[in-house]
């Protein structure tokens, strides 16, 4: 039998979302963002960085590249931006739902020529998105991670590259015009202002919008640190027991112990932790000094009529669906359970929250954190229920710009092997 | 076998919405209809409305009482909303999500009391929404509405009661002080203008605030007419198939062009249709003067390794899966389908944009057609999988304020009937 994939998910008619600022202004990082998560929640988005197509032309070598008098350069920035849209409007006639272009549309007529380009040529919507900055901590720092990101600064030494910038944003400066409530009041627009500390909206339109909108509602564009860990291994994972509501083994209690000491140790400031609703998450942080949310959506997947048994009485019991979910374990959904798609989209607030937040513990469980680790590292969906996440490691996430950084922390303290791999053979013949 | 009830929806911290304005701008009809929503997406949320407490201390007897001089009505002004705060306590130590309290909230004071009491005490998130109108239009319209649908003006003819408010608005402005964004700025609040035109955002927080501002960035409170319809009757229908993707009986067709007839007489301007993707909604749709959209959530639930059968072959094939589906109807999944949660999960950006349109015809499926109405007429979850949506009828459905009045304008043209009851006695002996 054929699998009926089921998506779930809209087709709505495509937006094209029109990045607008000075350099330094966090553009990129949230246009990157947003992608990885309008992709993550089932939509076909992708980013066309003007940047990218201008480096294909000319090699860059200073800000007198952006001197509104170099009339070559002009013309090869006129020409990045048509590729770069052009590129955009193929990509959205093969199915493309959102496209994000990064570029600074800095005045009117840029924004006129984007506009007029997918919304009068091609039926797209459009939504302009603002990035405004006259905080100066998180403008330098903008800045600085510029120098270290951007390809423009590869080769040049970061005192060179902070003065070039700057250098680059005062040409900007001579004809930057910002989105002119009533000159450009029939474009929909997000004015996104220091970072997110204030958001303005005008005209939103269409469901594609709305879930950009959430989702820079809850942007945080700062370094930060996360960790996860499984609960302790516990009495049913002795026993080979899938869901359940057991308390820790004694092995299990041992490495909560010593996971509170290694952040007791640490004692990071404004740490909190976040457990699912079960037992074993909620004994795993009690010693760890820090207050403590239990929360329903990182509960493990709801196994439905399996819940308690061992893979071997599931066999035994349900050959048919103990074949199918190994036929497509992401798409799978246990009678009266949950697929992993499912989680994915009950994590959904959870991951809005921690786009927010710095230094939260998340202890939870395995293929609840494979689907935030998925999240974080743009993890193809199929290969998502096949994560490593053992038991008795803390599994530390930082993130800078729009790339996160992986570290395992292992403790010694034994415990049994959940991990099940892909079989090769899926019988699923009936 | 006890079912499990699947809700898959999260608990955060409790929110309470602070609503924030002068009479007449909107703000009882934005408070009902967003704890609608919130109710339909799977949250516990309720309205406490100071009015309400008041009168049940004094009866309304003209703008007199809202005096700023008046020191007697005061106190009921002031005891009104501590009773309003103190229901909404309790109610969600009683497991409620978002309380929304309707009230002015016009002074610094009374919103740091409102802030003070849930923050503080509580350890609730606060959000105020103030809603703010300089369109003359939408006043005016907002403040008829209110002679009509207010229980002050219930025994006041429609020319005083006017008069009344406009009277109130001027002992409000008095004292009345929009949320300061110096002197507030530790707050999370949402400025709505102009019923929705425009919308400020400052530090939103956490989940349940941004499934209110991806509400508030659709909602338009317009009276509004739209029309629902199936598909005509399909050859699959004849045969007593479920599923498919079969086309129009004869009868089916016959339907098709007496719809047709109907919108392209009635020749409403701006006039949308949407269909699902499925080709029985095409065909239906064909002949109506009006653009087409077609789109993907508006498909029939998947009946996933069910579809194209009979209900007697499902009993005969799968006795088990046709048993739990009487038994919960509303939560039960098709291996490899949907169940009709899933269908509300799905339809959830289609219900937005039905929030912000006028003038759409949605030719759709029964289970699909089912979910939409219970969202617009409040009905039970469970009730909504026994909604009777028959073919060949059109479904009417005019707003005005909260409320929703449907009429059904049924057909005359024969056709099966697909309603099945809920059988009394559901086996589930396995």
Redesign the interface.
Known sequence: ?D??K????????PLVVGLVGLPGRGKTVLGHKLQKYLTWTGHRARVFSVSGYRRKHHDYTGHDFFRADNENAMEIRKKSHLEAMQDAERWINDGGEIAILDGTHSTMAVRQTLHNFFVKQLKCKVLFIECLIDDKDILENNIKEITQLSDDYRHMDTEKALDDIHQKVKHYLEHYKPIC?KAEISYSYIKFHNAG???????????Y???V??YL??FRPLRKTLYFSRHGESEFNLLGRIGGDSDLSTRGHKYAALLANYFNDLAIPNLQVWTSEKTRTKQTAEEINAPV?N???LNEL?A??C?GLTYEEIQEKFPQEFA?RDQDKL?Y?Y????SYL?II??LE??L??LE?EDNVVVISHQAVLRCILGYFLNTEPDQVPYLKVPLHTIIKLTTVGYECHVDFIEFKVECVDTYRKRPEVCNTSQ
């Open positions: 039998m699998l009926l089921l998506s779930g998910r809209g087709q709505f008619v409530p500390e204030n958001i303005s909206v005008h005209h939103l339109d269409g469901p919008q709305t879930k909108l959430g509602s809850n949310d929360l329903v959506p709801n439905g009529i819940e199918w798409r959904r009678p009266w359970g949950e499912d989209s009950r607030p959870v809005l929250e927010r």
